[in-house]
């Protein structure tokens, strides 16, 4: 029972945290709003669905998005459900991801991976990266 108590308050103590508008990327919150009228953008994390869900209202940004996901689904299996439940056409479709488990679910779902936001995705070479949306 204390360990619940300890999880609960650690919830609530990174609700606040997380809840700062100024931790998100303006340079990609700025291209999301400039392109929402003509990109169809979906939120996938290996988060928890609930709290991803409540951050991104709290932060004002969920209406950008279709959907929003995240655990206890795996980020692979949400991709995949997204493409077949939007009818999202593979080589039209890419995930712009901060790691390497982003881009193994982009892999395992056969759609383009950018890597962003990462020195170890940019140094690694192996997907295209994007330095600053600024520039598209």
Do not use: W
């Not at 103590?13 to 709003?33: A, F, P, Q, S």
């Not at 290996?46 to 709290?51: G, L, M, T």
């Not at 790691?99 to 690694?124: P, R, T, V």
Request: charged share 25%; hydrophobic share 40%; aromatic share 12%.
């Amino acid at each position: 029972e204390e360990v619940y108590a300890y999880a609960d308050r650690f919830s609530e103590i990174m609700r606040e945290l997380l809840c700062d508008k100024n931790l998100l990327i303006r340079d990609c919150v700025d291209y999301i709003t400039r392109n929402a009228a003509t990109h169809n953008y979906h939120l996938v994390s290996a988060s928890a669905q609930d709290e991803l869900r409540f951050l991104a209202e709290q932060l004002g940004i969920a209406h950008f998005f279709k959907s929003i996901v995240g655990s206890p689904t795996k980020k692979a299996d949400n991709i995949k459900n997204i493409l077949a439940e939007y009818g999202y056409a593979h080589a039209e479709t890419c995930l712009i991801g901060d790691s390497h488990n982003d881009e193994d679910a982009a892999g395992k779902n056969d759609i383009q991976f950018f890597g962003y936001n990462a020195a170890e995705l940019e140094a690694s070479r192996k997907s295209p990266f994007i330095k600053t949306f600024s520039s598209l």
